[in-house]
């Protein structure tokens, strides 16, 4: 699993806990669930940057 830390240009942060994995498509970027089900989405034209922290699995 993975911590998403997404920055926009305007200074705000958005942050997506355990989600195992993201895409890039067509100016958007995406978060997805272990289902492949789109969890977050955001225009990339606003987005700064992403940090991924990849994060131990707990039970």
Do not use: C, Q
Request: no cysteine; hydrophobic share 40%; proline share 3%.
């Amino acid at each position: 699993m993975a911590r998403y830390e997404i920055n926009y240009l305007d200074g705000s942060v958005d942050t997506v806990a355990n989600a195992p994995g993201h895409e890039w498509s067509e100016n958007l970027f995406l978060v997805l669930d272990a289902n492949k089900r789109t969890t977050y989405l955001a225009p990339t034209a606003n987005i700064r940057s992403v940090l991924i922290h990849d994060e131990a699995a707990t039970s």
